[in-house]
């Protein structure tokens, strides 16, 4: 498909100095314009679930379409009771739901923006007894299995997703979004992995994607002509026996001529083994996907997945295929992202380092959705940095993700601030973590820090470790204690050797490490550091090698777009041990552990629980087990990295409170058990609000 034309000026010429012309240009559907080309991609907050969460999800999705987003769409909502994604989870199946549902389009549309509902249902996903899917196949995710739906029940269903359209119509929505992809229900129809059947709905290609083509044919036919119709299209299931590329090409014509609007990419299963959307994921990895796809089509295709800044947008865009960007984390992260990107001010962008942390782990455990850079994300309602009555002279003490936030949040809300660190950069842990292969978007992090606390107008002491004398006499009203964490350094005989070092050391400070290395620790630093081992100390994975150790191809034939992973060995021969004797990383991310577990054993990491440490000496490190001390045994190492937690440093607290000086302690410095950034800049924006 040819590229649209960028932004024109007054005279009708494009402006080639429009910052990031094809990403701000309109886009005529024929029947409307989205005002730019940013989708905000659907993501589960969990205020759907419950009615009297609407004013807040209202207020959450208005300063999203105030933030300059052309088109957003909506956390799933079943279109029938056996879709729910949990027992009464959301659904929109009567017209008093949709009545109420005027608040959040109207919060939306006034301010300029348009919204669409996703219409989810969740076939064998549903964690529920009583749910369906196109054959009786339970999901290794989910212990229920499903009943396979007969062909009334098909029938049925189809009419249930034109209804739950026309409700979101009444309810003032401008279209909606037809999930058809992350293997929930309509995916379970179209991938042989899921589907059985060997009636008109199951067997053939043909078969196997009738029920979504139904569905978008009706439903257009419902709604009518000038109301927008997504469709969520799974552009590479990424599980064994999934769709062929022919497949889902095929399924795209047949949606383009039932009367879709759009198609979305989707990418991947949940119950993929493929990483798709965490940090160590490549920007716009699954990009050509997309773009494959719109040189099949004549409507609109939007890339997803990964696309965090608006560059990176920008080059997809440009190279003329897909005509629109969809991005979720993003905009929680930032809900002025669009905003900042057309006023040219992408450095002061609060990037989505893509952690999951605080939005997708919560969502798989139930928990409402927030972001852990931007903890107002979800809570627009109750976390309000407004202008400050009383104007105050804040120190703040320790620039890593606490001290950052607080910073920042009590300079925007007009206090006078000083921030001290006593090293050469801001960031505390994150920078370290910014040198962890497949953590380098947490550089982003700090390069939002720091240009946000230089507009903000906070004074940056570097190089500064600030004493209790300086801050009492140095007339502040108030101090907060944000000194962050020093590594543990645990009493086993010998942990002075020379072989032995921090992970601070190591990675901070760049010390060497031989070729044999024993980490000391599995939590989550342990985890990073036998990553950061395993990898040799150059610039991150490019997509085609990324590509290549997890088995993703292009290959048209490949179903599932799937082929067997080619894993670049470790330079080094590396043992995690814990003292433990639960499973190592056990303790990780929800939606990222997994990829973290997977990445130690393709990497042939050394896993040991339930060790003890006996002593470290020229032979190695020896250890033993249980609590006998059986099978003593040496591991002939060169390094030793400690990764043994951590303890706070609260060094200034006692002098403070003595001298009668407003203290706050906040962050590592509070808490030092294992490192928690979710925590410290919820803590950082929540003490701002309150000062």
Known sequence: MPSDPVPATPTGRPSVTAPYPHLLSPLDLGFTTLRNRVVMGSMHTGLEDRTRDVPKL????????????????????APNRTGWLLPLGADLITRRQATRHREITDAVHAEGGKIALQILHAGRYS????????????????????????????????????????????AGYDGVEIMGGEGYFLNQFLAPRTNRRTDEWGGSAENRRRIAVEIVRRTRAAVGERFIILFRLSMADLVEN???????????RELENAGTTILNTDIGWHESRVPTIVTSVPRAAFAEFSERLASEVRIPVCA?????????????????????ISAARPLLAD??????????????????????????????????????????????????????????????VGAGPAGLSA?????????????????????????????????????????????????????VHLH??????????????????????????????????????????????????????????????GVDISEYLTHAQSPALDLAEWNREWGVTHDEAAAGALTEPIVTPSPRRVYLLQRKSTPIGAGLGKTSGWVHRAALKKKGVHQLSG????????????????????????????????????????????????????LHVIGGADVAAELDAKRAIDQGTRLAATL
């Open 407 to 459: 910073a920042l949040g009590l300079a925007q809300r007009g206090h006078e601030v000083n921030l001290f660190e006593a090293g050469g950069e801001i960031g505390g842990q994150f920078a370290i973590a910014r040198r962890i292969p497949g953590k380098e978007e947490f550089a982003e992090t700090i390069r939002y820090y720091t240009r946000s606390l230089e507009v903000a107008g906070v004074k």
């Open 304 to 324: 997803s997945n990964r696309i965090n800044m608006p560059e990176t947008a920008e080059d997809i865009l440009a190279r003329g295929a897909v005509q629109l």
């Open 611 to 662: 060790v003890n440490y006996e002593r470290i000496d020229d032979e190695g490190l020896h250890i033993s087990f249980g609590e006998k001390r059986e099978r003593p045994q040496t591991i002939a190492v060169d390094t030793v990295v400690v990764c043994a937690g951590q303890e706070p440093v609260r060094e200034l607290e006692s002098a403070l409170i003595a001298a009668g000086m407003p």
């Open 464 to 525: 500064t470790r600030v004493d209790a004398a300086t801050l009492i006499d140095g007339g502040h009203d108030e101090v907060v204690l944000a000194t962050g964490v020093t590594p543990r350094i645990p009493a086993i005989d010998g942990i002075d050797h020379p072989s032995v070092l921090s992970y601070a050391e190591l990675v901070r400070e760049g010390k060497p490490a031989g070729e044999r290395v024993a980490v000391i620790g599995a939590g989550g630093i």
């Open 335 to 396: 809900p002025d992202w669009v905003n900042k990107a057309a006023a040219d001010r992408g450095d002061e962008i609060n990037t989505c380092i893509a952690c999951n942390q605080a939005c997708l782990d919560h969502a798989f455990a139930n928990k409402p959705v927030s972001c852990l850079l931007n903890p107002r994300a979800g809570r627009e309602t109750e976390l309000v940095l407004g202008p400050t009555r009383r104007r105050k002279s804040i120190a703040v």
């Open 127 to 170: 964690y529920q007894p009583l749910s369906v899917s196109a054959s009786s196949i339970k999901a290794p995710i989910n212990p229920f299995r499903p009943r396979a739906l007969t062909r009334r029940g098909i029938e049925t269903t189809i009419d249930d997703y034109v209804r739950c359209a026309r409700l979101a119509k009444e």
């Open 242 to 252: 999934g769709q062929t590329w022919s497949e889902i090409v095929d399924l795209a």
């Open 58 to 77: 209202a207020a959450y999705f208005a300063e999203r379409a105030r933030g300059g987003v052309g088109l957003i769409v909506t956390g799933g909502y």
